[in-house]
Structures are given as C-alpha cells and as structure tokens.
C-alpha cells in the first residue's frame, strides 16, 4: 500500500513538473533565494540551489520525500499558522511575512516567505512556489548596529558622568598634575602602566570567551574592578579606558583566526569596556562622598615603576 501511494506521489510530482513551468531558467538560476515549488497536498516538486545551499538538503532528498511543511518549525504547523497562509494564498493570489524556518540540522533561522500560486499551461491552479531569504546575515547586522548604538549611548552617559566625578573626587591640594585634568593621557603620561593595564585586558577577553564557550567560571568582574582602582589611582578617564580597550581589541581581533572569533571578541570587549567604566564611575563616586581614602602626598609621591609594578599586579 505504501509503494503503492509513493508511486502515485511521483505520478503526480511528474505530470506537475511536465505541465508547469516551476524549472525555469530563473528557477534554477536564482541561487540567493531558496525556493520550492509543491502542490497543495504539500508534495514537493522542485528544490532549486538556493534551498539547497539554505537549507542544506540536496535535491534528491526532498523532491517528492518531504512535504514542505517539514521546513517550518512545529509550532507554526501545530497552530495552524501554515493553513492560515496557505488560506490566504488562495484568496488573494499571493502571501508574505517574516517568519523562521528549519535546517537539515534542525536549527532554526529567520527569513522573509512569499507564497506565489502556479498554474499548469492549461490556467489551472496546481500548487504553489514558496520564496525564501534567509535573512540570518541581515538580523545580525542590525542586532550589531543596535548593540553598538546602544553601547555607544552608554559609554557617553558613562563618560559624562566620570568627568564630572573624576573633578568631585580630586582633592584639594597644591600638587595637581596635568594628568588630573585630562591634559596627558595614560598611554602618553604612563606608557608602561597603559601597557600592563593592555596586556591584563586582553587576558581578560581570552577568559571571557573561555567563560562563554566551555562555561568556566571566571572572576572577570573582580580584576575589572581592580583595573579600576588603578586607572582611579592615575586619576584616568573615560578616554584612558576607550584607549585601553581599543588597543586589546585590535590586538586580540588581529591574531584571531576566524571571524567568528574576532565577532566574539568584539562583542565580550563591548561589555567588558561597559563595566570597567562602571568600576571607575563607582570607585570616583566613592572618593566623592568621601566613603573611599584619598591616597596621601607620600603615596603619590612615590616613583613611576613603583606604581607601574603595582598595576600589572592589579
């Protein structure tokens, strides 16, 4: 009985394939889309290259095996999300929406569906072709770009607020340095202290993608705060820790092997720059309501190397 049905299957697939114009140059030429031609019993008829490359099946494993719902996730079948598209496809000749679909490999991903009604040479109406982009390249560009805009907007408020507390905390005495005021940068007043604080900032990145990928658990926020009260001690800014972070960054993304890894990096180092701010905001808020010891004239008085051992210990 069941060979018998799946012969009637490929009957069927044949006398569409043979009456329809679903192999098309433009079909089999329009490798950026996937699209799949069926009947309305789901049969799937054609299977061009773009679906093959999308979804990852060849032609032969779907052209009259799978029904076409197998390429939408349970959930939307189980709702009746797919009837109700294919309802209106009748009533209207055409149906599009963002929705997801499903791999080969069972993982799902967002795409942009249109649903086209086809008609054999005769006028009538036999199935349907199903367009589909992938768009799993485009939402990851955007989250990108509101990841970073909202980064952005983040470490401006940040900086805004360091300054204005870096100037409350500074105490009242004689012995100001350019560097309180922001006139010498870190990198340029202290290059080996800003090479140390690099150095353990890029360790902390590798730790943070170990974290990440194996779910080590990692006392990243712990050394953050302890970079902080470094860069609070040098009475840095938020331009130090920009400077800091971008010089990791381009360090670490530089020897990574594959763009996955350099997106990884990208991504820990956006919230590791967010917190370290937030260190240093915290530890200048302290010394501003007094909750935190100014360092006294011996301490900062004491040698450039001194200090610079004690950042790289930090």
Same mark, same amino acid.
């Given at each position: 009985?069941?060979?018998? %049905? ?22 089999? %030429? ?8 069926? *009947? ?6 054609? &299977? ?11 032609? +032969? ?5 799978k029904n076409i719902e197998s390429?939408?996730?349970? +959930? &939307?079948?189980? +709702?009746? =999300? ?24 069972? =993982? ?6 249109? &649903? ?21 390249? !485009?939402?990851?560009? +955007? ?10 907007? /983040?470490?401006? /408020?940040?900086e805004k607020e360091l300054r =204005?507390?870096?100037?409350?905390? %500074? ?16 990198q340029d007043g202290f290059p *080996? ?27 990243? %926020?712990? !050394? ?8 609070? &001690? ?19 993304? !530089? ?26 905001? =915290?530890?200048? !808020? ?29």
């Amino acid at each position: 009985m069941r060979d018998t %049905s799946q012969q009637l299957v490929q009957d069927r697939i044949r006398e569409l394939r043979e009456n329809t114009d679903f192999v098309s140059s433009l079909f089999e %030429s329009l490798v950026g889309y996937a699209i799949i031609a069926a *009947d309305f019993d789901g049969n799937i008829i054609a &299977f061009n290259e773009g679906a093959h490359q999308i979804y990852g099946y060849a032609p +032969e494993e779907v052209i009259g095996q799978k029904n076409i719902e197998s390429f939408f996730p349970q +959930e &939307f079948i189980a +709702e009746g =999300s797919f009837q109700l598209a294919v309802s209106e496809l009748l009533e209207r000749g055409r149906f599009a929406c963002e929705g997801e679909k499903v791999r080969k490999d069972g =993982s799902i991903f967002p795409v942009q569906i249109l &649903f086209t009604l086809t008609k054999d040479k005769n006028g009538q109406i036999v199935g349907f072709v199903e367009i589909v982009e992938d768009l799993t390249e !485009r939402k990851l560009a +955007e989250e990108v770009t509101l990841q970073a805009r909202e980064n952005a907007e /983040r470490i401006e /408020r940040l900086e805004k607020e360091l300054r =204005s507390l870096a100037s409350l905390s %500074s105490p009242p005495q004689t012995g100001v340095t350019a560097q309180m005021y922001g006139v010498v940068t870190l990198q340029d007043g202290f290059p *080996d202290t800003f090479r140390n604080l690099v150095d353990s900032y890029e360790e902390l990145m590798d730790l943070a993608l170990e974290r990440q990928a194996y779910k080590v658990k990692h006392d990243i %926020s712990g !050394r953050l705060g302890a970079m902080a009260e470094t860069l609070g &001690f040098y009475k840095a800014g938020p331009r130090d820790v920009v400077d800091i972070h971008t010089a990791a960054l381009k360090a670490k993304t !530089r020897k990574a092997a594959t763009t996955e890894k350099r997106k990884a990096y990208t991504g820990e180092g956006w919230i590791m720059v967010l917190e370290l701010m937030g260190h240093l905001a =915290s530890f200048y !808020r302290n010394r501003a309501q007094g909750t935190g010891a100014f360092p006294n004239q011996e301490t900062e008085n004491r040698d450039e190397d001194t200090k610079t051992k004690e950042a790289g210990n930090g």
